[in-house]
């Protein structure tokens, strides 16, 4: 008897052993979670964005995640004990407060928790960021600005347009002419503003003004400018062309076949764009709305060199001191225009480059000389002199290309199209059949030229 009580408490013991072996066993792991953060220390300030990403592992679950900082007011939990992943990947995007401290020195606190109640901590430095960066200014005036003073009413009225810019929020504008007791300040907000404001001159003159942005911290950009009010200039009326040409106002059309005056889009009523080579540096330009340099003629004003306008014999053209590669950009309503240089991003061609067609002395479809570098400074200018052999008025049909036929440069609007009439708005690289249909001058020899980077072809008068 004595012995089977024995055997029994033996039992007993052993089960309970093997529970608290059991349990033990589940409650061993005390290796912490996993953290990895993708965020070293944060400088901020209100109304920043700061992105907080991240992984988190743990052997048998996580738990929670907390994200904590008290001077930014961030309190974010992620729960997930009803899931318990191995794995987890946050990310969470937090909009600083506009209330933060400009004194802030805090940490961030990245908590993780398992389901074995192991803990893992990450601090990252939280602190406030100075604003030093000035505001800009988006859009100005000409400079100088032209004023149209009516003589009858003795009066000029210009309306002044600006558009500013900052990083963080914008506060103050102010517009400043002493000669003519013009004052105004302007209270902004927000990342970027348009402002208006009209005003009048009594005299004619040239005026210097001040254009200053404020933002809220205090930084500050200024322009000057200046104001010059004439009389009312004599302009030929204008009209809202289907498209505008810049001319070399230096060179002479009739030196050219094709490609003198160089097509520019429309983009908008009274606005037109193109890109520009100037070959040399004080190259003088100027705006015809058609291939016809003796009617409607866009320059600048004698007396204020920033005024576009219409007036054939009076306007002056406008200058490019530098050679190189030009954006053009025309509104003749407002009467403004912006000469922007810039690098050509185009890959330099680096295969052989050919005139091919029919009309010249070499056989037809067949290529011409290999086309040279006009610039040993230009990747993308290339010339060559051909032969025309017909009799006058023989239409000649052109394109550009190399013996492989690939690429093949076409006249654009023509893609897969035999000829083309004489309205010439460019080339683009095609597959098509398209070519340049033009009438030369009889027999002789012409120069080609064709810009990679322009997309623009000219031919010369015969010599």
Known sequence: ???????????????????????????????????SVE?????????????????????NGIKSIKLICDGIELEKVYDLKSQSPKVFRFSYLYTIPESMSEDLDDVLSIIVEDVDDNVTTKEISVKFLPDTTDPWFVSLPPNPASVDFDVIEEKADYTLNVEMSDDRELSKLFVSIPDIGFEKEVTLDGLTQKESMSIQFLTTGTYSGTIKVEDKVGNYKENNITFIVLPKEDEDPIDDYAQMYVVNADEDPSAYVLGYYKYMERTGAYTYTTKFYAANNDTKIAFVPTQNITADY???????????????????????????????????????????????QTPEYTGVLNVTGEGFDFANWTMSTDMAKVDAANPYLYSVEVGVSYSAEFEVLFCFTNSSWSPIWRPTGNEGSSTTVKQNTGWVADVGTGTFKDVFQGPGNYTITFDLETLWATVSSKH
Not at 39 to 59: C, N, Q, R, Y
Not at 320 to 339: C, F, H, L, M, R
């Open 298 to 344: 866009f320059g600048v004003s004698p007396y204020v060199s920033t005024k576009l306008i219409n007036k054939n014999g009076y306007a002056l053209p406008i200058n490019i001191a530098d050679k190189g590669y030009y954006t053009i950009e025309v509104n003749i309503e407002q009467k403004t225009y912006s000469i922007t240089s810039y690098t050509p």
């Open 1 to 35: 008897m004595k012995s089977n009580l024995l055997q029994a408490k033996g039992k007993i013991l052993m089960i309970l052993l093997s529970i608290l072996m059991f349990v033990a066993c589940e409650k061993e792991n005390d290796i912490p979670p996993g953290l």
């Open 39 to 59: 965020i070293s220390d944060i400088e901020t300030f209100p109304g920043d964005e700061i992105f907080l990403k991240g992984m988190v592992s743990a052997e």
